[in-house]
């Protein structure tokens, strides 16, 4: 039976991903990445703000992710000369012959340059560089490779932490996806800008709901400087933020416990409000990630969004006077339950990240 639920769990574990245009509606939430379970140190003597504000994220891959392979041919006789090449979905092309590409209007002007010859074409795939020979194939729209590709996305997700000491924000709570391919994007170069949530769609069994968010790719408040299991991290320039919540302790692991919590985040405009949840189970070294399991208890949160929806991702949990956590995950078949991560995991991913930007 345990067995059973647990597979059950699993099934129920949505994906909230993001993929939005600019200005436009987002979906940025929810799963951390199967078998990378966090490590935990103790920062119990550290304060960080927690925040819950929404904030617009743009993150550059630094070349082009292959996000899916064409077929140029006819159904009897499919071409793919990427495919043929063995590109796999997931690549990241960093250069095609000797012109290096970090964004997909390079790598199309690159292509339509080529001529008949074979090109070499230099790829990442996870830590490997590769290099692969392509031949194009001639059409009347000129040289294809049969590649499908992307350089960036953009949506909404929700601030987890600010250290007003160091600059160091946390996000999300989990890495940004590629929607099609499922892999952590790449990170090239990223941004976040302040948001403003405009709706709702409530969550109900079997849909998850979502916050619809808008902002400005112009005015960005902060860089990001890392994408990975435990949520995106980077740095906010002095007074970027008007926090609406004092600094708190950060929670070291074994002072987490199941019983009442809160969460902070907006569902409307730019207000932060605190909620009423609670933390019902807890995942000491979870090989899928997890890390607590949390219920929406606030009837108000309930009546606005029908618990936890597509947006509301790095919400920070507050417990005991401590900040404990962030939201990670919905469960599809019941929206007002999900799960979280351990504060400390973010944190350390966090200081990592802003270690080795000063170390450069």
Do not use: W
């Amino acid at each position: 039976m345990k067995h059973s639920r647990r597979r059950e769990e699993r099934k129920n574990m949505q994906k909230i991903k993001n993929l939005s245009k600019r200005l436009a509606s987002v979906v940025l939430a929810a799963a951390l990445v199967a078998g990378a379970a966090p490590s935990v140190s103790a920062h119990a003597a550290q304060s960080l703000v927690p925040m819950g504000t929404a904030v617009g994220i743009e993150l550059k891959t630094p070349g082009v992710i292959v996000v899916g392979l064409e077929n140029l041919g006819t159904a009897d006789r499919p071409s793919s000369p990427a495919r043929s090449a063995g590109v796999l979905p997931g690549d990241l092309i960093v250069k095609l012959g000797e012109t290096p590409v970090s964004s997909a209007e390079e790598f199309l002007k690159a292509v339509s340059q080529l001529g008949g010859a074979q090109i070499p074409l230099t790829v990442l795939r996870g830590e490997k560089q590769l290099q692969l020979t392509v031949k194009p194939l001639d059409t009347e729209n000129g040289p294809k490779l049969g590649l499908c590709v992307r350089d960036s996305v953009t949506g909404v997700g929700t601030m987890t932490f600010f250290d007003p000491r160091s600059g160091l924000f946390g996000a999300l709570g989990h890495p940004i996806n590629d929607a099609d391919t499922n892999v952590i994007m790449p990170l090239g170069s990223g941004s976040i800008m302040n948001a403003t949530v405009v709706g709702v769609h409530q969550g109900i069994a079997g849909k998850p709901g979502e916050l619809c968010g808008v902002f400005d790719l112009k005015h960005p408040t902060g860089s990001i400087l890392s994408n990975g299991f435990a949520g995106i991290f980077g740095t906010v320039g002095a007074g970027a933020l008007q926090p609406s919540h004092e600094a708190l302790p950060v929670a070291d692991e074994d002072e987490i416990k199941v019983g009442a919590a809160t969460i902070l985040c907006s569902v409307s405009g730019k207000t932060v409000e605190e909620y009423g949840v609670e933390i019902t189970r807890l995942y000491h070294n979870d090989p899928d990630g997890r890390c607590l399991m949390l219920k929406v208890t606030d009837e108000k949160l309930l009546g606005i969004t029908g618990g936890i929806v597509q947006g509301m991702s790095g919400s920070p949990i507050l417990q005991g006077g401590k900040l404990v956590g962030a939201v990670t995950h919905v469960l599809v078949n019941d929206p007002t339950r999900g799960y979280g991560i351990f504060i400390s995991a973010m944190l350390e991913q966090g200081e990592t990240a802003l270690a080795k930007e000063r170390a450069a």
